[in-house]
């Protein structure tokens, strides 16, 4: 089991109220030098079946187009629950079982370079990624979970 230690700690940025569902935002820092809490795809798995319920799942355009507003349009990038399970057949379902009525792949996506890109991260528009890809050149990497409201979680280093 993935655990989350106590180094890494979680606060509601803010709230806001759109389509019937309430989103917050929760930025998770990591108060050592490590990178531990920057996660991979089951790792931000882990995390929101932990905390949550699970990754996030994007029913529609209306929902594809909150998470943009709430990320101020900036190219961010999100890990969603959106993975391929039986990989050669590009078989798409959500984390939490669903399958898949609504897509948003950017232009080219899903590529599956090498063979082995079977998790998808949103950067405006939806790509498929290593499922072990860490984030951690970038200075925007989130991942989205989902409860009775989403919450959009980044992942940053803090210089001890």
């Given at each position: 089991a993935?655990?989350?230690?106590?180094y890494?700690?979680?606060?509601c940025?803010?709230?806001?109220?759109?389509?019937?569902?309430?989103?917050?935002?929760?930025?998770?820092?990591?108060?050592?030098?490590?990178?531990?809490?920057?996660?991979?795809w089951?790792?931000?798995?882990?995390?929101?079946?932990?905390?949550?319920?699970?990754?996030?799942?994007?029913?529609?355009?209306?929902?594809?187009d909150?998470?943009?507003?709430?990320?101020?349009?900036?190219?961010?990038?999100?890990?969603?629950g959106?993975?391929?399970h039986?990989?050669?057949?590009?078989?798409?379902?959500?984390?939490?079982?669903?399958?898949?009525s609504?897509?948003?792949?950017?232009?080219?996506?899903?590529?599956?370079?090498?063979?082995s890109?079977?998790?998808?991260?949103?950067?405006?528009k939806w790509?498929?990624?290593?499922?072990?890809?860490?984030?951690?050149n970038?200075?925007?990497?989130?991942f989205l979970?989902?409860?009775?409201?989403?919450?959009l979680c980044?992942?940053?280093?803090i210089?001890?």
């Open positions: 993935f655990l989350f230690p106590n890494c700690t979680y606060y940025l803010f709230t806001q109220q759109a389509l019937g569902h309430q989103y917050n935002v929760r930025l998770t820092l990591d108060m050592t030098s490590d990178r531990r809490c920057i996660l991979n089951t790792g931000a798995q882990s995390y929101c079946r932990t905390y949550y319920e699970d990754l996030s799942t994007i029913t529609s355009q209306e929902e594809q909150m998470l943009i507003q709430l990320s101020g349009g900036n190219q961010i990038f999100q890990w969603i959106l993975y391929s039986i990989q050669h057949t590009r078989n798409w379902l959500w984390s939490d079982g669903n399958s898949v609504f897509t948003d792949w950017d232009k080219g996506q899903p590529n599956n370079v090498n063979g890109q079977y998790c998808v991260a949103t950067i405006n790509n498929d990624y290593y499922c072990n890809y860490l984030f951690e970038q200075s925007n990497a989130f979970c989902v409860n009775i409201w989403a919450a980044k992942s940053s280093q210089m001890t």
